[in-house]
């Protein structure tokens, strides 16, 4: 007995057949999504939100995601982007207001806010955020170079965005936020 579009259900009396149905859905599920990987290289994103809009950065540009320490040491002398340094698993992370740092007012660590740990070789940083959504899958049909228009004055970070349907997802370059001259020189004039 072959079935190509019978409910599960209906096999529940044949144990051998509903697992051969079950592996040719399978087989068929992976060769789709094999299809639809092939036709565009698979990008995938964090996706965060800093004031009322999102942003997404590449996984690879992010190390973890961290939730807001109770003690951050204040940096004497330092602007007042730079929050302090937090003791992670014995090693001190600079801790960045990622808003404060755009001109967007300092952000309110409620219960959603989140810190992105940057994976940087020479820069340790973690970037405090409003919210982390969690990760976001896109193909490359869904990207374009455009910078879009955003609220924060960012356009000298961003790459690009990913577009589906109606929706617009900003790329949040860290690496070029890291090596950025103004990032690097955190000291109070």
Known sequence: MKTSAAPLRTLTDN????LLEMERRARAMHAGHAQDTQAGHEWVGVSFRLGGESFLVARDETREV???????????GAKPWIRGLANVRGQLLPVVDLRAFLGGGAATIG??????????RDVPAGLLVDEVLGFRRFTDSDFNAQIPTTILQCD????????RSND???VFGLR????????LTGAAN
């Open 15 to 18: 144990p051998f057949e509903l």
């Open 66 to 76: 961290l939730s807001v320490p109770a003690f951050l040491t204040r940096v004497p």
């Open 168 to 170: 617009v997802a900003p």
């Open 176 to 183: 070029g936020l890291l090596e950025s001259e103004e990032f």
């Open 156 to 163: 000298r970070y961003l790459a690009g965005a990913f577009r």
């Open 111 to 120: 219960r959603a806010a989140r810190i992105l740990v940057a994976n940087h």
